[in-house]
């Protein structure tokens, strides 16, 4: 039923028959396996495909570019891997295409900016993420947070603590507006519980709520807006392959 809001954007309708995703009958020949990693870590994805580890196995298809779609198997279990777009409704783009072909838990792994004052490197996985991007609001009710999977995390941080790092857990702000990161918006994030800052995790979480899938997520700390002034450091591009295995390592680790 659809619910009108105060503003456009918090207008929703929990109907799951949207127009768009049953006008293409996925062929049986395309079905993937039930664990998924989305990972924003640019080339990396295509570094690790090239290694000779993985086999391409689909593409999602934008009108911009296209993303291969990879097959990891250990020990007769299988994995798929996919780069995803920086920005919410791309990556839900992503979510939607993969769970319409089977895919039932999701791993994402990318950075985030440090709002207090982490070294560059830290990893974290989010326990919830507050809902400052448009895409959440089109897949659960308008409300400030939504939680990720806690098996999912836990997940998370036994892949992370295994490739011998640290791991916690944190509340992550999630942001359409890269530009917009204003001090006083910063301050007030920070007083409302939130350690760091990315674009995506409150949508794929929002997503995953509403269609059933299993989601959690593996953070590096990199640019930081800790003390109120930025510091781009190196974009923790040194975690970039450390994380990519993080994420697969806690796919594998899922149940079916």
Do not use: N
């Not at 690790?48 to 198997?73: C, K, M, N, W």
Request: with cysteine; proline share 4%; net charge negative.
């Amino acid at each position: 039923m659809l619910t009108l809001g105060a503003w456009p954007i918090l207008d929703y309708d929990d109907d799951p028959d949207d127009l768009v995703s049953g006008l293409s009958a996925v062929h049986p020949a395309e079905r993937l396996p039930k664990r998924a990693v989305l990972a924003i870590l640019g080339q990396q994805v295509l570094a690790h495909a090239q290694s000779g580890l993985l086999r391409q196995v689909g593409l999602v298809d934008f009108v911009t570019t296209r993303y291969p779609i990879y097959l990891i198997e250990r020990a007769g279990r299988q994995v798929v891997l996919v780069e995803a777009p920086i920005g919410a409704a791309a990556a839900v783009m992503v979510g939607e295409f993969l769970r319409q072909r089977g895919v039932r838990s999701a791993v994402a792994v990318g950075s985030c900016g440090a709002l207090r004052p982490f070294d560059e490197g830290v990893f974290i996985t989010p326990a919830r993420a507050l809902r400052d991007e448009g895409v959440s609001h089109h897949y659960l009710p308008p409300g400030e947070w939504v939680e990720t999977d806690a098996g999912v995390r836990a997940a998370c941080l036994a892949a992370i603590r295994g490739r011998g790092h640290d791991g916690a857990e944190a509340d992550t702000w999630t942001t359409d507006g890269f530009y917009r990161e204003t001090p006083a918006l910063l301050a007030h994030r920070i007083a409302q519980g939130c350690s760091v800052v990315e674009m995506e995790c409150a949508a794929w979480a929002a997503w995953a709520r509403f269609r059933g899938v299993r989601f959690g997520q593996i953070l590096f700390t990199a640019d930081s807006l800790a003390g109120g002034t930025y510091d781009a450091r190196d974009w923790g591009v040194g975690s970039h392959e450390v994380a990519l295995r993080m994420a697969i390592d806690a796919a594998f680790g899922l149940e079916d």
